[in-house]
């Protein structure tokens, strides 16, 4: 993707949007998607937005400079994506008005990729040695199949994910509460750390941001959002963890609860939720990836089209000059697609990540059931 | 209730349908329903039933005479119920066509007024130590509370619900797959008996009858049809109590699952039922009286009316002439009811078991939520 002059004024307005704006707010959000960033940002400086904290929020932007932007992200090993950036993630747009402006990722991964098949592994932080077990597990063989694991580097059910999805050589996304460069809490460092070697870690707040109390209920959001479905291992009634599960039932992606024994009270957030039909039950992961093909095989057309929706424009081009049977060399999608060798590579990358497409020795053809996860092997 | 020679009629020839016909059997249920029992046994001894194992069927009966039946049941220590007979539970008629001719019933408790106020508690044989912790309070708790605990006597779930029942001093109802004064498994020989002295022992099948593997898969419908509620404490897929399991949800009666450790093979059958949405979670007895509740408070009136149908006619009509607000005297109300102070208490005993009425220092009243169960105290 070639970026525009508007792109780039856009990118600007972004970046300064994400230090202007706390995350989740939805007021700013509504007058972004109304005006678009560019127009935003000069109502708020000009005080026409109508906005009565408009003042602190212009107070915020000084001394923020986009080219500073870039060098501090670089300074703490990160990079900046913003909307119209490739590696965008764009099933954050499901958050709608309370959408990300920017994302600071540190990490090797491409983001948008790794959340395109991620999982969200997500639970209490007092929890149990039973529900630690289980989060590292699960975590461990989804990673193995080649699932991101998401979580939010907490104590406990959190930790577990993350650590078992690297212990299975696998990648796992770590998203903070605040900057990029603030690993939180303190005792989870060399963890984070090692999340950003062989994974990733990003955040939603610029470097050098504290944590806030409701920037962990913002950054819940974010992890739902993020992933296909998200996985609640043990959760108390009235905790940090119900608002992942709640921003994940709002945005309609499937949410899961592992059970318990009853006489355990980590369990009781989750029977709490199966109970009344707000989560469904998963006693394996394949219960969890089960029910991510079902949405998509016996989803009504409206589902399929969704699918669709996700993926870039680019790659939706990509998919419509595959040949319907057979394979077809990288060489010919070029010439039926129109797009240069190197820009469909990168599409067909995310295009056989998500399971539209397949490559064998003949070249690329579209996957036996083209939108279902690929094969996955050695399990019953 | 006076009996009149068509009951009695009626009566034999019930008792002479449980001698011939193995329990849940539909065709000869199907004729039954056809031409009442006297006209089908009648069709059945003289080869005009149209069935072909007609032949089998009245060899059966030789020797079968109904004032033995009595006596013979009278020497066990057992009574026979019938449909026409007052102790007869009605919610039985919910298995149609599979609904047993007879009950043998040991125990001085009413199987009719127990019944009412029943949940089943059933589950695994080869049951872990949770499980028969859970089965073991839970049968305690609402035993406590005036609920009937109804189950199979095996080993495991079953015997444990049992326990559970009869340490908090409660009643709980053992059905038998054999004959009254069978019990199986031999090794709970003195829990059965025990059972009998403290509560109630059933069975559809006359005594001496032997277990048989078709008779346990009948003899598990008939725990479903008797009670409110069934609830599985822990089962495998593919196992008996999953033959319980359907029976309730057949019968639209509510079905519930423990959950328990996704890492314990116990609790698999639990997990599969509630993620299909066959069976509700229960965390606890309260899901269990809760759902009972929902059905009663939240229903739309059609279900107000299957709770009264599930009244005998005289039930309905004390109820119909209790005032709607304030107490009544007994007397009184045999005078608005036109029934006889004795024939009155019997009904006014059954009305209050299931929470329609219930009784002051001024008299009878309708139950503040009538139809509601009656007050749970030292509960949250």
Redesign the interface.
């Known amino acids: 993707m070639t970026a525009t002059a508007g792109d780039l004024a856009d990118r600007q307005a972004l970046l300064l949007l994400a230090h202007m704006v706390e995350p989740g707010d939805r007021q700013v959000g509504r007058l972004v998607r109304r005006w678009g960033p560019v127009e935003a940002v000069r109502k708020l400086v000009d005080a026409s937005s109508g906005l009565r904290q408009q003042e602190s929020l212009a107070a915020r932007l000084t001394g923020v400079e986009p080219r500073e932007v870039e060098s501090r992200a670089t300074a703490c090993g990160a990079r900046v994506v913003t909307r119209v950036d490739r590696e965008w993630p764009s099933q954050l747009d499901d958050l709608d008005a309370a959408a990300p402006y920017a994302l600071w990722v540190a990490g090797a991964g491409d983001l948008r990729l790794a959340a395109l098949r991620s999982v969200a592994i997500v639970g209490a932080r007092a929890c149990s040695m039973?529900g630690e077990?289980?989060a590292r597990s699960w975590s461990a063989e989804l990673a193995a199949e080649g699932w991101t694991v998401v979580s939010g580097g907490a104590f406990g059910i959190d930790a577990a994910a993350h650590r078992g999805a690297l212990a299975a050589g696998g990648v796992t996304a770590c998203i903070l509460a605040g900057g990029v460069d603030v690993p939180y809490p303190r005792a989870h460092d060399a963890l984070i750390a090692r999340i950003a070697d062989e994974g990733l870690v990003v955040s939603e707040s610029p470097p050098g941001e504290a944590v806030r109390r409701q920037r962990f209920l913002s950054r819940n959001r974010l992890i739902s959002a993020l992933t296909r479905a998200t996985v609640v291992v043990e959760a108390a009634e009235r905790s940090g963890t119900m608002a992942t599960a709640q921003a994940a039932v709002a945005m309609n992606r499937p949410l899961l609860a592992?059970?318990?024994?009853?006489?355990s009270p980590a369990?009781?957030g989750c029977?709490?939720m199966?109970?009344d039909g707000e989560a469904?039950?998963?006693?394996?992961i394949d219960?969890v990836l089960g029910l991510l093909d079902l949405g998509r095989d016996a989803g009504a057309p409206a589902k399929r089209s969704d699918e669709r929706d996700a993926l870039s424009a680019q790659e939706r081009c990509v998919l419509d000059a595959m040949p319907g049977r057979g394979a077809v060399t990288t060489e010919r999608l070029a010439v039926a697609s129109g797009f240069a060798v190197l820009e469909l590579l990168g599409s067909l990358g995310g295009l056989e990540a998500t399971g539209w497409v397949q490559q064998d020795a003949q070249g690329w053809r579209l996957a036996a059931r083209s939108g279902t996860r690929t094969t996955r092997t050695g399990r019953a």
């Open positions: 039973y077990e289980v592992v059970p318990g024994p009853v006489t369990s009781t029977h709490r199966v109970r469904v039950l998963a006693a394996s219960d």
